[in-house]
């Protein structure tokens, strides 16, 4: 069981003050996928499809009955203004995708929203998570309020999606399960020690740490540039008494070991791990063509399922 204070809003609200949240980009040039990895030959009757959907973009995993991922494809939002979802690119998105048109034994989608708060099952009142919500985010943003039960923490993962997002995905996907990505992230085994499990986008980038093996707190923040991203990893830090020089950072998500946002974050963090694909399953040999850790926090929403 993990023990919480409020320190994880207060972490959140400093955040918040420093930087936006950003939304669906209002301004998208186009909606032709980042990533496209598809099998010659998928059987979708006995295929699970995973969907992860949010203000960085729109990705879909599909895995075989096999325990084989056969497909990956991903659609990556640009940073743009606060503001809402630009409801006809996602629907053009959704209409033109093929993968969307298919029928699966099962299907799954893991909102990746960040207004998220872990809230401890005994301070749990569906009557306050709104003022919570507010409370940590404000409420310029009005939204659908959820919640995911965190079984081996005893937590609970209050949520808010957008309203039309999740009524233009229920028109393609009506029997899908739902649930939050920090939920998944959450339900992971935490090993001993300090971690910061990271997940990086083309316009943010998501920060679980666990102290001592313990969850400490888990949120997504805006950047803009290689120096913002530094400033939240340390600042997270500094707000749980860690020290940046010895907590482990593992490396989930479109990152290179040789780009400028690398070299700027092992100035201070200087163990830093790539994450690898989650070894339950076997993938494509088009999937493994590519870096592991750029689709290991994917491939992972699987296991939590």
Partial sequence: MVTLTF????????????????????????VNPSFNIQAPEIDFETAQLFVEAGPM????????????FKALVLY???????????????????????????????????WSFPESILVPAALMDADRNLNMLNLVF????????????????DLFNVYRVTPVVVDIFSGYLPLATQMHVFTAMVNRDLPAGDHMFTVFYG????????????????QHFAYNNPDDCVFHLLNVCKGFEMDPGSVTVHI????????????AIFKY??????????????????ITDHPQHFFSHLFALAACV
């Fill in 138 to 153: 404000g409420d310029s943003n009005p939204g659908t309020v959820k919640s995911d039960f965190l079984y081996r923490h």
């Fill in 269 to 286: 963090f200087l163990n830093m791990e790539f994450d690898e694909l989650p070894g339950e399953f076997t993938y494509d040999t088009a």
């Fill in 203 to 218: 316009n943010g980038l998501t920060i679980m740490l666990s102290k001592a093996g313990k969850l400490q707190v888990v």
């Fill in 7 to 30: 320190k994880s809003l207060v972490i959140a609200v400093l955040s918040i003050k420093s930087a936006k949240i950003s939304y669906f980009a209002a301004e998208m040039q186009h």
């Fill in 76 to 110: 990556s939002f640009a940073a743009g203004q606060e503001e809402t979802l630009p409801e006809q690119k996602l629907k053009e998105i959704l209409g033109s995708e093929k993968l969307f048109q298919q029928q699966y034994f099962k299907t799954h989608i893991c």
């Fill in 252 to 263: 989930n998500g479109m990152i290179d070991e040789r780009s400028g946002l690398y070299a």
């Fill in 57 to 68: 973009g729109v990705s879909l995993a599909i895995l075989g009955g096999d325990n084989c």
